[in-house]
């Protein structure tokens, strides 16, 4: 089972600890009994057996989960406490088992998958039943507490994240932005205990592995040392903030433009409610707000969509036909009886949109999918994930992940931005081209999303590295989750916060428990494959307007590294696509370039920038 979207990618190495307990004791030498067995060769059986454990077992937690996230009841939550704790036991046990071989000298692929296994989960507990019960019941918990998460306003019906999500996308009345934003973070305090026992666990159980602590262990998944991680997702800020400050400030004038008051403060920054969403993470959704006369892209995404009577299965199969029209096969039949697309009436569901690999052949997207051009994007990003799935299961079991979890989330977001006009023309959904009068306000709407994300993703891990590593004590969790959003982000909270509020809760990946660095690195990424792709295209105008639909070459060169999956260092799978070693800021800022001169431009003579106290 493998599940990106929905934060138990780390159960992938799944199973029960009485079996392997049982089954390690048992193993079969892979020697001829005459010959001497050598720690290499243990250690090849070992890595042969623990993959044939998650082949039997991973499916069995796929199903547990897909019908926990579409039926949350009491009962599937108590399964998947109880899958999650045979996980975690079973994860364990392979993690220190492989540690034995840390100092052996190994074969590429043997040493590969022992180290992978070491770092099999995202929070590993002690070995320790008791603790690794409690674990189990606490992330259950706060996945739960999310699901069920409802703002009760004083007058109405009570409000879901989606709903709350779609009042943000839409309302420009400044008092009723602050009451949902308000209004959802009422869910999350209950979660605070629970998380800091969390924390507690987890880091006892990665120390047990011989990392410094769990934030540690997930910054090792990239090939390198975790220090040089950190410096590495540093050096990419340090190449796009200069972008992110340009637009933060003409933004901001605008915001004050249209609420006035209640958008100015006296450090400069904005106040988080204002922009369109209810984390202040994508802009887009206000960006008939922020564009001027000369920027204007000339139609709107959802408005095409809407009146061509597009509905969710057309706009999935738009999708997965951009894939086909790459040369990758359909998704099976299976992909369209067992996903799910549209939101249930009769009973709650986890709304927040994932793709599944439950078996290497039966592949899903769960969503609750609205007419709207950013649920388009959306499709094609779950589609990613199950294209990749797909192309990557021709390898051994431990191999079938992304090449680190950022290219992961960057396929999909790859191809949908050759969501171009020329594009739209195509599929009949637009007339004809708008001229280039209009890119600077395509750009625009795309920066809304993409460069606004960029300090966003950074600040949901900065965060709880500093929580893991203990930087951050319990008492100060929600000043030093603002402390960092002031800080990269320059927006600012509508009302105050204190510790009686837990901020970072009401964030889906963080009562979920997925890592969010690998959106940040997909934000860097999919510009380069972008480009990359565009190149192999012999695509000569401004990047933007490229689109690689129907381009079967880029298609048969994008899944040569699909099919990589995790068998390579990141390194190889990027080269093997776009030429490069390194992930790179120069693929992004050279899309936007246009627009970083017109903003420059707008912002002349401005105060730009904010304080943080
Ligand atoms: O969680 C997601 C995907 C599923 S992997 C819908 N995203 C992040 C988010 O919603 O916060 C995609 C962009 C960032
Ligand atoms: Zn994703």
């Given at each position: 089972?493998?599940?990106?979207g929905a ?16 089954n ?9 009994p ?9 250690a ?53 088992e ?28 002690p ?6 019960k409690?674990?189990?019941?606490i992330?259950?918990?706060?996945g ?33 932005l602050?009451?949902?934003?308000q ?14 026992r ?14 410094a602590d ?17 410096a ?5 800020w ?19 433009d ?10 400069g920054?904005?106040?988080a409610h ?6 202040a ?32 299965i ?26 799910l ?6 009973r ?6 994932s ?38 299961k ?16 960057a ?22 081209e708008?001229d ?69 809760g ?19 990424l999919q ?20 689109s ?15 099919e ?8 190889d799978?990027?080269e093997?696509?776009?030429g490069?070693r390194?992930?790179?800021g ?5 899309y ?22």
């Open positions: 089972m493998n599940n990106v934060g138990v990618v780390g159960l992938l190495l799944g199973g029960a600890a009485y079996w392997v307990v049982d390690v004791a048992k193993m079969e030498p892979t020697v001829e005459t010959m001497v067995s050598t720690a290499a060769d243990e090849r059986a070992f890595v042969a057996d623990a993959e044939a454990t998650f082949e039997e077992l991973g499916p069995y937690a796929g199903h547990v989960f897909w019908i926990q996230a579409n039926f949350f009841t009491h009962d599937s939550n108590w399964l998947v406490a109880k899958v999650s704790e045979e996980f975690t036991t079973l994860g364990v046990e392979l993690a220190i492989a540690s034995r071989y840390n100092d052996v000298e190994l074969d590429f692929d043997t040493r590969r998958k022992i180290d992978s296994l070491r770092r099999g989960l995202t929070l590993p507990a070995s320790d039943p008791e603790k690794t409690e674990l189990a019941a992330t259950t918990g706060l739960a507490t999310y699901a069920a998460g409802k703002y009760c306003p004083a007058e109405g019906e009570c409000l879901a994240d989606i709903d709350i999500i779609q009042i943000m996308a839409n309302s420009r009345d400044e008092a009723e602050k009451d949902v934003w209004g959802w973070r009422t869910v999350s305090p209950p979660m605070r205990e629970d998380y800091v969390m924390v507690e666990i987890a880091n006892e159980g990665s120390q047990e592995l011989g990392f769990t934030g540690a262990l997930w910054r090792e998944g990239y090939d390198m040392p975790a220090d040089e991680f950190t590495e997702a540093d050096r990419l340090g190449q796009v903030a200069p972008l992110y400050e340009s637009l933060h400030c003409y933004v901001r004038d605008k915001m004050i249209q609420y006035g008051e209640a958008a100015q403060t006296d450090s920054m904005i106040p204002l922009l369109g969403n209810i984390w993470q994508q802009w887009g959704n206000i960006f008939p707000l922020v564009a001027e006369g000369d920027a204007d892209p000339g139609y709107d995404l959802t408005q095409l969509l809407v009146d061509a009577g597009y509905d969710e057309q706009m999935v199969k738009t999708g997965e036909n951009f894939f086909t029209s790459l040369g990758f096969e359909p998704m099976p039949e299976t992909f369209w009886e067992r996903s697309f549209t939101k249930p009436q009769d709650t569901v986890q709304c927040h949109a793709a599944w690999d439950i078996d290497s052949t039966d592949f899903r997207i769960k969503m609750c999918i609205d007419i709207t051009g950013e649920d388009f994007n959306t499709i094609h990003h779950e589609l990613g994930h199950n294209f990749y799935q797909r192309a990557y021709i390898q051994t079991q431990i191999y079938q992940g992304g090449a680190h979890d950022g290219f992961h989330e396929i999909g977001d790859f191809i949908a931005l050759s969501i171009t006009p020329n594009y739209l023309v195509q599929l009949g959904l637009l007339d004809e708008p280039a009068a209009a890119d600077i306000g395509l750009l625009l709407s795309q920066a809304l999303d993409k460069i606004a994300f960029l300090p966003f993703s950074l600040v949901v891990d900065q965060w709880r590295w500093k929580v893991f590593s203990g930087e951050v004590a319990p008492e100060n969790y929600n000043a030093a989750w603002w402390a960092l959003r002031e800080q990269y982000q320059g927006v600012t909270p509508p009302v105050e916060r204190t510790e009686a509020n837990f901020d970072p009401a964030k889906y990946h963080i009562p979920g428990n997925t890592p969010y660095m690998r959106y940040f690195l997909a934000h860097i510009f380069q494959f972008h480009k990359a792709a565009c190149d192999m295209a012999g695509w000569e105008g401004p990047v933007h307007r490229c690689i639909y129907g381009n079967q070459e880029v298609g048969t060169r994008l899944n040569a590294m699909l990589m999956g995790q068998s390579r260092p990141w390194p799978a990027l093997a696509f776009t490069t390194q992930m790179d120069s693929a992004i800022l050279a936007f370039e246009p627009l970083k001169v017109w903003l420059d431009a707008k912002n002349a003579g401005k105060d730009c920038g904010w304080t943080v106290s």
